[in-house]
């Protein structure tokens, strides 16, 4: 874990960064590590930041599409309330329930 308790994984694709995200999938790293207490998984992460093709990299690796995060909200919530259409879109199609 980095600072604040949240995985590299997490970090990466909070900032939107796919070769990093690559890099540490090809490393085994957890696709699906739970939040920490006020934090989120990586694909809420990348979901509320907006980025779209990193959070099509996750789901190609089985991230939990309904995982509960920070105060509850999933990575569908995530990206509804940030304003990202494209990303509610790809979430719903990959099973992504309200």
Wanted: proline content about 2%.
């Amino acid at each position: 874990a980095v600072d604040g308790g949240e995985t590299a994984l997490q970090a990466a694709a909070g900032g939107g960064h796919l070769a990093v995200v690559e890099r540490l999938l090809q490393e085994k790293a957890d696709v699906n590590a739970a939040a920490v207490d006020g934090g989120e998984t990586a694909l809420q992460a990348a979901a509320g930041g907006g980025h779209l093709a990193v959070v099509e990299r996750l789901l190609q690796e089985k991230a939990d599409v309904n995982a509960p995060g920070k105060w509850g909200k999933t990575a569908l919530q995530e990206a509804a309330s940030s304003g990202y259409p494209a990303i509610v879109e790809c979430l719903r199609k990959a099973g992504a329930v309200e």
